[in-house]
């Protein structure tokens, strides 16, 4: 119903903008055949009158152009924050209520002990979910526009760390996240930044597994001065026509996986404004559906060429 009522607005200026050329071209046709058949009589104020009114038609082209743009910029602007109020309202209301719910069951009535400690896990789930989702909405506040420091920053232990993080937090064997980075890898940025950038596409490879985790983790220079980190997963994969808007905010994929996993489409948003603060970029490569993902930033930094054994 949503798709309707913005692809009704879209079809509508870019008809006007189609007859408004047509009308144009057809003038010009008319005008220009009409010229030369009376060129004798046609004096300078006419060859004038001719000429504002093609530029004056040029004129409206152009602004009906630039509305149109306009207009589909403020209609998926209003999606994604649509798409955002409505994520939002999902992760904070569903916790919430879980809460109240056994908060008032422990209240209201003699629990035994097995019981209780079954709630109490769950209400502590429920909190670090809340917790989760407001970090990210800080998150991607504080990345935004943010120029990140300059300092030389171990990569190798950075990535161990992030990956030990993952493994713990979702319950992981050793062997779902592997990092194959050299321990002469470096980078110049900030390792604050650098870690939420990596938390987030890992808890991403995870949250999209769509069954066994497996998640690569491979660092590559392509310049004396620039590395590639790379993150493959076996996941769900990203459709061709949604690699370059899923960095996008408040961006989430079609897909089933997609839509049941919890979440508010702004982890890759934070990965990519962390990249440009680091005067790098952020890429997603994919098969398609069904056939993994791979997330590749470029960052300042740089790899020796010497042997170095797998993390």
């Not at 990596?198 to 808890?203: K, M």
């Not at 990203?238 to 996986?257: K, M, N, T, Y």
């Amino acid at each position: 119903m949503r798709a309707a009522r913005v692809s009704i607005p879209i079809a509508l200026t870019a008809g006007i903008v189609a007859i408004t050329i047509a009308l144009t071209v057809g003038w010009q046709i008319l005008v220009a055949r009409e010229s030369l058949a009376f060129a004798d009589g046609l004096k300078a104020i006419h060859w004038v009158l001719i000429s504002l009114g093609s530029l004056f038609f040029a004129l409206i082209i152009a602004v009906l152009i630039l509305q149109a743009v306009w207009l589909v910029r403020e209609i998926r602007s209003n999606q994604r924050q649509q798409n955002f109020m409505d994520a939002v309202t999902h992760e904070l209301h569903t916790p919430l209520a879980s809460l109240q719910l056994y908060l008032d069951t422990l209240r209201g009535r003699a629990v035994p002990d097995e019981r209780r400690g079954e709630f109490l896990s769950i209400m502590a789930e429920d909190l670090e979910r809340l917790q989760r989702t407001i970090d990210q909405i800080l998150q991607a506040a504080r990345s935004d526009g943010r120029r990140a420091r300059r300092e030389p920053v171990e990569l190798w232990r950075l990535l161990a760390e992030c990956a030990d993080e993952a493994r713990e937090r979702h319950g992981l064997p050793p062997e779902a996240v592997r990092a194959d980075v050299p321990r002469s890898a470096r980078v110049k940025g900030d390792a604050e930044q650098l870690r939420v950038a990596f938390r987030n596409l890992l808890d991403n490879a995870v949250r999209y597994a769509a069954g066994e985790v497996h998640v690569e983790i491979h660092v590559r220079p392509v310049s004396a001065r620039r590395l590639e980190v790379e993150f493959a997963d076996r996941g769900v994969g990203i459709p061709a026509s949604a690699l370059d808007r899923v960095f996008q905010r408040f961006q989430r994929l079609p897909q089933e996986a997609v839509r049941a996993a919890h979440g508010l489409g702004l982890g890759l948003a934070i990965v990519r404004n962390v990249a440009r603060a680091h005067g790098g970029s952020v890429r997603a490569e994919s098969e398609g559906e069904g056939k993994g993902s791979r997330f590749v930033l470029t960052l300042p930094g740089h790899v020796d060429e010497s042997p170095h054994p797998p993390g």
